[in-house]
């Protein structure tokens, strides 16, 4: 039987910083305790996973790739999510919500049926690119309805901003919601939310939904590779797993990306310096660091406008090492 697991719901817009809030949770994790992650992203190709891999066996990911956690009547989340739970019987849940996502249809369908008497809810985190909000952005309807119910506002990227900085966007946020200002969304565990709520009578394994696996990615040759694409409103993404033999020129791939027109661009690549993951949003510089990925190289891209896909594979193509 599944006693009520805590479960910590992540939201907040893209580029906020959810992935590497996560990443920072993952190292101030208590011992003993096995944690569950379940990520959503709006692309195909899955790259949060990647980016959130570690050798921590404590650890377990899952994805939901393609739209929102809540499309498809909730079928891909309730699978997603119940495979989870019976391969790992996690101590403790997180929920990565998608920056294109509705957070609050997603905290109603995690209190419906079977749901409720499985998962703990504790206080949902949100968060903020402190930043852009200075700079004038505004927040989406989706995003903004949410903010009432949010346990916490993480206003992440906050360091170069004053007081009164500070106070002018809490002002255009009006909300009640506890607030911790952060860089790099370094919040310690300590300060996460908690609530302890009664337990009831949990629901077995066999009473939650299941459905076939789908096919895992088959490589024919070393010169395979898989594009992907998928669009909702007025978003676009396209995306390429590719086999790990094929290595990436990094200044190349910088080049690549510099000349592509994208709001968000996120990847797992195999170069000459080994195996790197990078992240950037909007016009910002790309962030690189080492990564312990090694199943297969990930690049996407998120965009406001239909993509050119045989563009823009060709110039991803000339940037591969010669081998």
């Known amino acids: 039987m599944l006693e009520q697991i805590p479960t910590h719901l992540i939201a907040g817009p893209l580029g906020s910083g959810k992935t590497t809030l996560i990443r920072h949770l993952i190292s101030e994790r208590p011992d003993g305790e096995r944690w569950a992650i379940l990520i959503n992203e709006f692309g195909e190709v899955g790259i949060d996973a990647a980016l959130l891999q570690n050798d921590d066996d404590g650890v377990s990911l899952a994805e939901v790739p393609g739209g929102c956690l809540c499309c498809v009547n909730g079928l891909p989340f309730q699978v997603g999510l119940s495979r989870l739970l019976r ?46 909000l200075h700079t004038g952005r505004e927040l989406v309807d989706a995003q903004r309805s949410a903010l009432s119910q949010a346990g916490l506002l993480i206003l992440n990227k906050s360091a170069a901003l004053g ?50 696996a789908g096919p895992a990615t088959l490589w024919r040759s070393v010169d395979d590779w898989h594009c992907r694409q998928s669009s909702r409103d007025v978003w676009y993404s396209i995306g390429w797993q590719i086999h790990p033999a094929q290595q990436f020129k990094r200044e190349a791939l910088e080049d690549w990306l510099s ?65």
């Not at 002018?168 to 909300?175: D, E, M, V, Y």
């Not at 565990?189 to 076939?212: F, M």
């Open 259 to 323: 000349r592509s027109d994208w709001q968000r661009a996120k990847g797992v690549a195999h170069t000459e310096d080994g195996w790197m993951s990078f992240n950037g949003t909007g016009e910002k510089s790309l962030n690189w660091q080492p990564s312990p990925w090694r199943s297969d190289n990930r690049i996407e891209l998120l965009m406001t406008q239909r993509p050119d896909s045989h563009q823009l594979e060709s110039g991803l193509q000339a940037a591969r090492r010669n081998q």
């Open 163 to 212: 007081m009164a900085d500070r106070k002018a966007i809490l002002s255009r946020l009006q909300t009640i919601a506890p607030v911790y200002w952060c860089q790099h969304s370094q919040l310690p565990w300590e300060n996460v939310p908690r609530q302890t709520e009664p337990l009831s009578i949990a629901p077995g394994l066999d009473d939650l939904p299941d459905a076939p």
């Open 87 to 132: 391969r790992t019987r996690p101590d403790r849940l997180f929920i990565e919500a998608s920056g294109l996502g509705h957070p609050s249809t997603l905290l109603a369908q995690l209190r419906g049926f079977p749901w409720k008497d499985v998962l703990a809810l504790q206080p949902m985190l949100m968060v903020l690119d402190a930043q852009a």
